[in-house]
C-alpha cells in the first residue's frame, strides 16, 4: 500500500500544481501521445528480454504493491525451520531428515512453516544442501564455496527483473522525444492551413509527449525498478542467512548457534532480536 500512496503523492503534486498555476488538466489528456510512448516502451522491453524476464517483471507487479514478505515473521519462520531440521539430525543423526529433504511437503517440520514450503525455489535451495550434508564428504569451507557460487548465480537473476524495468524507465524519456518531434512534424504540416489557436494546441499536445516520457520515466517506472531491487536484495539476504546457519552447522556448532549466525547475516530493519528469535523457536 506504500507503493500506491507514494504514486497518489506523485500524481497529485504534479497535477494539482499544474492546475493550481492556471492549467487546464483536459490539455494534457493526449491518448494517442500515450499510445506512442507506452507502445514503444512496451515494443523495446519485448526485444530486450527473454520469456522468462518479461513473466518475471508481471509477475512482480502484485508482490510489489500488496505481498511484500521479507518481515520478521517471515525471517523467524526460516531461522525456526533451520533450527528444527538441525536439532533433530543433531539428536538423530542426520540419515534422520533424509525423509524431511526428499519430500518436504510431507515433512511434519516443513509444513509448521507453510510461507517457506510456497517457495519452491527456497525449500529446494534448504533441502539440496541439506542433502550434501547428509553425505558428511564435503569439508565445511568446500560446502561454503559452493554456496557462494549458487547465491551469486541467484542474485543475478533475482536483480535482473529490476534491470530491465530501469532500462524502460531510461529509454522513456527518449520515447516522450519521439512523441514531441512527431507532434511537431504534424504542426509543420498544417501551418499553412491552421489558424494560432490550433497551431498553438498542436504545440503543446507535442510538449505533451515530453511531460509524460519525463514524468513515467522517474515518478512510476525508475521508481517502482528500486522497489524490485529493494526485494531482490531481500531476497538474496535470506539465502545469505540460510547458507551461515547451515555452513556454522557443518563447522560443528550447535544448532541455537548456527541459527544465531544466519540471524546474525540479516538485514538489519527486520532482523528479529536474540530474544524474539529464542522465544520463537521455543514457541515452536
Given at each position: 500500500?506504500?507503493?500506491?500512496?507514494?504514486?497518489?503523492?506523485?500524481?497529485?503534486?504534479?497535477?494539482?500544481?499544474?492546475?493550481?498555476?492556471?492549467?487546464?488538466?483536459?490539455?494534457?489528456?493526449?491518448?494517442?501521445?500515450?499510445?506512442?510512448?507506452?507502445?514503444?516502451?512496451?515494443?523495446?522491453?519485448?526485444?530486450?528480454?527473454?520469456?522468462?524476464?518479461?513473466k518475471k517483471v508481471f509477475g512482480k507487479v502484485p508482490v510489489i504493491f500488496f505481498g511484500h514478505r521479507f518481515n520478521k515473521p517471515?525471517?523467524?519462520?526460516?531461522?525456526?525451520?533451520?533450527?528444527?531440521?538441525?536439532?533433530?539430525?543433531?539428536?538423530?543423526?542426520?540419515?534422520?531428515?533424509?525423509?524431511?529433504?526428499?519430500?518436504?511437503?510431507?515433512?511434519?517440520?516443513?509444513?509448521?512453516?507453510?510461507?517457506?514450503?510456497?517457495?519452491?525455489?527456497?525449500?529446494?535451495?534448504?533441502?539440496?544442501?541439506?542433502?550434501?550434508?547428509?553425505?558428511?564428504?564435503?569439508?565445511?569451507?568446500?560446502?561454503?564455496?559452493?554456496?557462494?557460487?549458487?547465491?551469486?548465480?541467484?542474485?543475478?537473476?533475482?536483480?535482473?527483473?529490476?534491470?530491465?524495468?530501469?532500462?524502460?524507465?531510461?529509454?522513456?524519456?527518449?520515447?516522450?522525444?519521439?512523441?514531441?518531434?512527431?507532434?511537431?512534424?504534424?504542426?509543420?504540416?498544417?501551418?499553412g492551413e491552421a489558424d494560432n489557436a490550433l497551431i498553438g494546441e498542436k504545440v503543446g499536445t507535442a510538449l505533451v509527449g515530453t511531460?509524460?516520457?519525463?514524468?513515467?520515466?522517474?515518478?512510476?517506472?525508475?521508481?517502482?525498478?528500486?522497489?524490485?531491487?529493494?526485494?531482490?536484495?531481500?531476497?538474496?539476504?535470506?539465502?545469505?542467512?540460510?547458507?551461515?546457519?547451515?555452513?556454522?552447522?557443518?563447522?560443528?556448532?550447535?544448532?541455537?548457534?548456527?541459527?544465531?549466525?544466519?540471524?546474525?547475516?540479516?538485514?538489519?530493519?527486520?532482523?528479529?532480536?536474540?530474544?524474539?528469535?529464542?522465544?520463537?523457536?521455543?514457541?515452536r
Amino acid at each position: 500500500m506504500l507503493k500506491i500512496a507514494g504514486y497518489i503523492v506523485v500524481l497529485a503534486s504534479v497535477l494539482g500544481g499544474f492546475m493550481l498555476s492556471g492549467g487546464m488538466l483536459a490539455a494534457l489528456w493526449h491518448p494517442f501521445e500515450i499510445v506512442i510512448i507506452g507502445g514503444a516502451a512496451l515494443g523495446a522491453f519485448l526485444v530486450a528480454n527473454n520469456l522468462g524476464t518479461v513473466k518475471k517483471v508481471f509477475g512482480k507487479v502484485p508482490v510489489i504493491f500488496f505481498g511484500h514478505r521479507f518481515n520478521k515473521p517471515f525471517y523467524l519462520d526460516v531461522l525456526g525451520l533451520l533450527y528444527e531440521i538441525l536439532n533433530k539430525s543433531r539428536r538423530e543423526g542426520m540419515m534422520a531428515i533424509e525423509a524431511d529433504i526428499e519430500e518436504p511437503q510431507e515433512s511434519p517440520i516443513f509444513s509448521k512453516y507453510p510461507a517457506i514450503l510456497k517457495d519452491d525455489g527456497m525449500t529446494a535451495f534448504i533441502c539440496d544442501y541439506l542433502r550434501i550434508m547428509t553425505t558428511g564428504t564435503m569439508a565445511p569451507h568446500e560446502l561454503e564455496a559452493l554456496f557462494d557460487v549458487e547465491i551469486s548465480t541467484l542474485t543475478e537473476e533475482l536483480s535482473e527483473p529490476s534491470h530491465a524495468m530501469n532500462r524502460v524507465a531510461d529509454a522513456l524519456p527518449g520515447f516522450g522525444i519521439v512523441a514531441a518531434v512527431l507532434g511537431i512534424v504534424v504542426t509543420m504540416s498544417i501551418l499553412g492551413e491552421a489558424d494560432n489557436a490550433l497551431i498553438g494546441e498542436k504545440v503543446g499536445t507535442a510538449l505533451v509527449g515530453t511531460f509524460l516520457g519525463i514524468l513515467a520515466a522517474y515518478g512510476f517506472v525508475g521508481p517502482f525498478s528500486a522497489a524490485m531491487q529493494h526485494e531482490a536484495t531481500e531476497e538474496a539476504n535470506t539465502y545469505e542467512a540460510i547458507k551461515m546457519c547451515l555452513v556454522a552447522s557443518a563447522q560443528g556448532l550447535p544448532p541455537a548457534l548456527a541459527v544465531e549466525f544466519g540471524r546474525k547475516a540479516l538485514l538489519s530493519e527486520q532482523r528479529p532480536s536474540f530474544a524474539e528469535m529464542e522465544a520463537a523457536v521455543k514457541g515452536r
